[in-house]
């Protein structure tokens, strides 16, 4: 019972008293006393109406930014697609562009520094006073002027029915629309770097094998880098970082001693490089910069405070990876697709800043690999390990109050906790369809020490591999006429050539390799056929393994699943000598390129088909038949594919050399280009023939891909070299030995050799 305290002051007349004198030293005071009754009157009734005014605007004022947020979040209710950034800054060209980016909402959050008057059409902005108001419990555990108020933005995109977020910084500029990031929840094939070591350092995959990311442990940099990897079918991964050209994110070690001081880094990756994932139990870090979120990993979004703000997101890069694999999800690394201009620093102070970094990192991962986690709930698993990076002292007591905070946040705004998974981790989602897969990037040139221009590094390349080869079978200006080759030859570098190879590997692909070269920067070689691992590394070659004899469609395929940033790829075998200069620019505008010659009808072809010259498959004309008759059961094509495949089909039925034939002989050795948007109608087509019976005949689908496209164009090939002579229109010999070059066969080698006479 609770009793009230009784006094003689608390009777009402005594109150009343108490309130006269109140209200009559207050009119004293504002000098109202001394006024004349009816001017005192009028007086006091303008104080009441200024203060009803005042308390009106103050209640307007205090809500008017969420009124406008109110307002935007109606306008863009249904995006999904969401990039955060936190600024200091008025609005950059960085954020001005991002703005325009269709189907993508852009949220900005403030700082007590950040300009009161920042405004920007198709951005909503969060200032300190509207963050407020949002009612996050993680609020009260984040400091004013930190990086880390980011994570209000996370929280506020999640609510909001974000299932993609794009976290960059106001000094990045990311190109091609963000298309270099994988926004979609559907499986694919990628890239899953094969290995046991305890980390992994992207920037080596993407063509700087000197530098490293900042948060990459120190003593781990002179490491062999993995170059094996695992190609097949992935969920897609949870986190996607990627790779900046320009001033890159490296560590303030690295800006100090690489980093000529009249100017910034200008550094490139190879762009054309494959993304790739990394194996449960291998760390890299990633950064906040410029990295893509499903919805899958907007847990591991928080940023902790308890580091210093130059750290924060590595610490948390970690300490994500580790926990995501208790739930299935994947890391994955991406070809450049921003350029950053960075805003100015103190190199001094940033490594005063990461000097913590710098000691202790190594030890963190040694930590968070060791870790076990105890709970049978992945959020008290996300508790357990940020309390165990407390008591080994990463981590600061604040820090296990900011993810207590936002856990709690997640679930008020809706966001389902991860299940844990019960089996092994493992990104491939079946080994029966995996290949293996060697790669080598294209060696960018990058800073020497106080050196402005930028060089290639020593033996970053096989160049000189190459010429102490050519040099052997040639001589040595033969190795000169290569290394000029390399500066005075067309470059075709956004395509991709693909060479089949049937023959002994280690005999055939460094004539190959010296020959296409100057002209390819990018090649991959695909073959069942043996090759040591010393032989691949010591040239330095990209090899896709695949488990039959080889095939233009096969390995034009998986090279697409690769994920390659190319335009166009091109398939040749180890038998064809390719006319490189510029007779192949004059077949760009064409949409696909065949073979001439595609069925083998002439005596002469046939008998090199008897032989095994040249690589053949009879053929009953019933297949085509059998294809027309299931045409309608295949769901994959559309009702006009379906009449222009019949249409086509029909067609040839009534050609006189196909009626004259009872069984047909076609050659399968096939030269053939595509540009990177026609490969998924030929992996369509493929479709046809995955069944075991009609596998064999899987070399058809390009004819039936020609048969849906109005512009194609052929290669003219001959058996003789003076076809490809600059004043003849051949486009590529074949067959041509390339395997008897290194044989007694001096005929052979002197063509061979004469090919790199031009460049003298």
């Not at 305290?5 to 004293?28: A, F, G, Y």
């Not at 990311?174 to 899953?192: D, I, K, R, T």
């Not at 050196?451 to 050519?470: F, G, Q």
Request: with cysteine; hydrophobic share 35%; aromatic share 12%.
């Amino acid at each position: 019972m609770i009793r009230r305290r009784v006094d003689e002051n608390s009777s009402p007349s005594k109150q009343m008293e108490r309130m006269k004198t109140l209200r009559l030293r207050t009119i004293r005071f504002f000098g109202i006393g001394m006024l004349p009754r009816r001017r005192r009157l009028f007086y006091m009734f303008g104080a009441v109406i200024l203060f009803s005014l005042a308390y009106y605007f103050y209640l307007g004022n205090s809500d008017n930014d969420l009124d406008e947020i109110d307002n935007l979040e109606a306008e863009f209710v249904s995006t999904e697609k969401w990039i955060v950034i936190t600024t200091i800054h008025s609005p950059t060209s960085t954020v001005k562009a991002l703005s325009n980016l269709h189907g993508w909402q852009v949220l900005v959050v403030g700082d007590r520094k950040t300009p009161n008057s920042w405004r920007l059409p198709n951005v909503i902005f969060l200032d300190v006073k509207s963050q407020k108001s949002l009612g996050f419990k993680v609020l009260h555990h984040l400091p004013y002027d930190s990086y880390t108020r980011k994570t209000i933005g996370y929280l506020y995109a999640i609510k909001r029915g974000a299932k993609y977020i794009y976290e960059v910084d106001d000094d990045n500029f990311p190109q091609e629309g963000l298309n270099g990031f994988h926004v979609s929840s559907e499986a694919m094939s990628h890239l899953v770097l094969s290995t046991n070591n305890l980390t992994s350092n992207p920037y080596v995959h993407f063509g700087q094998m000197s530098l490293w990311p900042r948060g990459y442990p120190l003593d781990r940099i002179g490491l062999s880098p993995d170059r094996t990897y695992e190609l097949c079918e992935t969920r897609s991964p949870a986190i996607q970082q990627g790779v900046v050209n320009g001033d890159p994110d490296v560590d303030a070690l690295t800006r100090m001693t690489r980093r000529h001081k009249s100017g910034k880094l200008l550094l490139q990756f190879d762009k054309t490089a494959p993304p790739y994932m990394l194996p449960p139990g291998t760390y890299a870090p990633f950064n906040s910069q410029n990295t893509f979120f499903q919805r899958g990993a907007f847990w591991a979004m928080v940023l902790p405070t308890g580091v210093p703000d130059r750290v924060s997101d590595i610490f948390r890069s970690y300490w994500a990876q580790r926990l995501m694999w208790l739930i299935g999800e994947s890391l994955a690394f991406a070809p450049p697709n921003a350029i950053q201009e960075r805003s100015g620093h103190s190199d001094l102070k940033d490594a005063e800043d990461e000097s913590e970094m710098y000691h202790g990192i190594g030890q963190y991962i040694k930590k968070l690999n060791e870790w076990q986690c105890e709970e049978i709930s992945f959020y008290e698993c996300v508790k357990e390990l940020s309390q165990e990076l407390v008591n080994a002292g990463f981590w600061k007591s604040q820090d296990v109050d900011v993810v207590d905070a936002w856990i709690s946040d997640l679930f008020s705004v809706g966001y389902q906790e991860p299940e844990m998974i019960k089996s092994k981790p493992d990104p491939c989602l079946s080994e029966d369809h995996s290949l293996n897969v060697v790669f080598y990037p294209v060696e960018q040139s990058t800073m020497m020490p106080h050196d402005p221009s930028l060089n290639l590094l020593p033996k970053s390349t096989n160049r000189e591999i190459v010429m102490d080869s050519l040099s052997s079978l040639c001589g040595s200006s033969h190795a000169r006429y290569w290394k000029f080759a390399l500066d005075k030859a067309h470059k075709y570098s956004d395509t991709l050539l693909i060479i089949s190879i049937y023959r002994d590997f280690e005999t055939v692909v460094p004539l190959l390799e010296a020959f296409y070269k100057p002209n390819f920067p990018r090649i991959l070689y695909c073959t069942n056929r043996k090759a040591s691992a010393a032989f691949i590394r010591n040239w330095r070659l990209s090899v896709l393994m695949v488990k039959r004899s080889p095939s233009a469609v096969e390995c034009l395929v998986d090279a697409h699943d690769m994920q390659y940033n190319v335009r166009a790829y091109l398939h040749i075998t180890d038998q064809m000598w390719m006319k490189t200069e510029d007779q192949l620019t004059k077949k760009q505008p064409p949409l696909m390129w065949l073979t001439g010659e595609f069925d083998a009808y002439k005596p002469h072809t046939l008998n090199l088909c008897d032989v095994g010259a040249i690589h053949c498959q009879v053929m009953s004309k019933d297949v085509l038949l059998n294809i027309v008759k299931d045409l309608d059961d295949m769901a994959f094509l559309s009702d006009r594919k379906r009449t222009k495949l019949r249409t086509c089909i029909s067609k040839m039925e009534r050609d006189p050399s196909w009626v004259a034939q009872k069984e047909l002989v076609w050659i399968t050795d096939m030269a053939l280009h595509l540009p990177e948007r026609l490969v998924p109608d030929l992996k369509r087509l493929r479709q046809i023939f995955l069944s075991t019976t009609q596998l064999p005949y899987e070399f058809l689908a390009p004819l039936l891909l020609e048969c849906d496209q109005l512009t194609i164009d052929y290669l003219e090939h001959s058996e003789t070299l003076d076809s490809v002579s600059p004043e003849k229109n051949g486009d590529y010999v074949f067959p041509f030995p390339f395997y008897n070059v290194t044989s007694n066969n001096q005929d052979v080698r002197r063509h061979y050799c004469s090919h790199f006479k031009k460049f003298q």
